[in-house]
């Protein structure tokens, strides 16, 4: 019988499953990277033998926007973040981060950190990528 472990505030898992934290600084007007670390995470998270966190900080939580015209490869978020929408659970957002407060209505539920959460999120994944 698997055992299940606490690996953060938000996430229980499976001991069997992989923890992975794709961690996105990187602004999606400026450089197609985040909409690459969305599609990474999206297809890992579907494989379902890693549990994937997302967090974005700074500019990249302008992946959030209702309508993906102004980020550079907009048709990735278009078919990719519907995916992480599947995984049930809020993607992590810098608490403060400029341009959240103008997220209309954003495409997926988000939660707000701060340094010392994302710090504590960090730890407890075996996995961190940065884009």
Known sequence: MPV??????????????RTVLVLVTTDPQESARPAEAIRIAAGVGVWGRAQITLYL???????????PDDLLDEDS???????????????????????????AAAPLDYREIDDDELALVAATHEIVLRF
């Open 57 to 67: 900080r700074g500019p990249a939580v302008k992946v959030l926007a209702e309508f």
């Open 77 to 103: 978020y278009a078919r990719h973040l519907p995916l992480i929408r599947e995984w049930r659970r809020p993607v992590l957002v810098e608490r403060g981060a400029e341009g959240l407060a103008q997220l």
């Open 4 to 17: 299940a472990r606490l690996i953060s505030p938000v996430t229980i898992v499976q001991a069997s499953q």
